[in-house]
T-cell receptor, first 114, second 111 residues
Framework: DAGVTQSPTHLIKTRGQHVTLRCSPI?????VSWYQQVLGQGPQFIFQ???????GRGNFPDRFSARQFPNYSSELNVNALLLGDSALYLC?????????????FGSGTQLSVL | AQSVSQHNHHVILSEAASLELGCNYS??????LFWYVQYPGQHLQLLLKYFSGDPLVKGIKGFEAEFIKSKFSFNLRKPSVQWSDTAEYFC?????????FGKGTRLSVIA
């Protein structure tokens, strides 16, 4: 079975641009979460979606948005990119929504903002 | 708000040495505790988790962790490390919110 897949794997943008990151969960998983991992830090929670509805949001500015599609795949959008947005963006899927759910992580999208 | 502290940024051990990585969390309510591992070039994967019951939890690859509620700790242990255990280890906690991760501990095992 395929794991969580993310695209693209690497991305280079310049300040002020917009970026869209994509995630396909494991088949049968209905929840997708997004995390940002800055170099030298642990992953930081951005969003969680379940059944196409936002179920949780971390402490990120409104420039960050996401959505989940009927097939449970998800997009993370970041507007007006800043240098500080450079990070590894991780997507994780789980069967259902809940704090005790086991998360399965993708390999991430490495975003570099110049 | 929940927070997680991992005491060691980088640990270097020889093969067959014993390992203990510290993890402390701050949250007053019921918590779920996790250790995740990230091998070089690979994605994060779950090592073990604690939800309730026996505070000594056994995970994959010979790892175990002990939940000590009075100390708000969930330290990771392995009696004898191997070169293949070289990786980044993350402690994480979920109380009333999604997972909060610590900053991670990089483990380097040398022959």
């Amino acid at each position: 079975d395929a794991g969580v897949t993310q695209s693209p794997t690497h991305l280079i943008k310049t300040r002020g641009q917009h970026v869209t990151l994509r995630c396909s969960p494991i088949s049968g998983h209905k929840s997708v979460s997004w995390y940002q991992q800055v170099l030298g830090q642990g992953p930081q929670f951005i969003f969680q979606y379940y059944e196409k509805e936002e179920r949780g949001r971390g402490n990120f500015p409104d420039r960050f948005s996401a959505r989940q599609f009927p097939n449970y795949s998800s997009e993370l959008n970041v507007n007006a990119l800043l240098l500080g947005d450079s990070a590894l963006y991780l997507c994780a899927s789980s069967v259902a929504w809940g704090i005790a759910e086991k998360l399965f992580f993708g390999s991430g999208t490495q975003l570099s903002v110049l | 708000a929940q927070s997680v502290s991992q005491h060691n940024h980088h640990v270097i051990l020889s093969e067959a040495a014993s390992l203990e990585l510290g993890c402390n969390y701050s949250y007053g309510g019921t918590v779920n505790l996790f250790w995740y591992v990230q091998y070089p070039g690979q994605h994060l994967q779950l090592l073990l988790k604690y939800f309730s019951g026996d505070p000594l939890v056994k995970g994959i690859k010979g790892f175990e962790a002990e939940f000590i509620k009075s100390k708000f700790s969930f330290n990771l242990r392995k009696p004898s490390v191997q070169w293949s255990d070289t990786a980044e280890y993350f402690c994480a906690v979920s109380g009333n919110t999604p997972l909060v991760f610590g900053k991670g501990t990089r483990l380097s095992v040398i022959a």
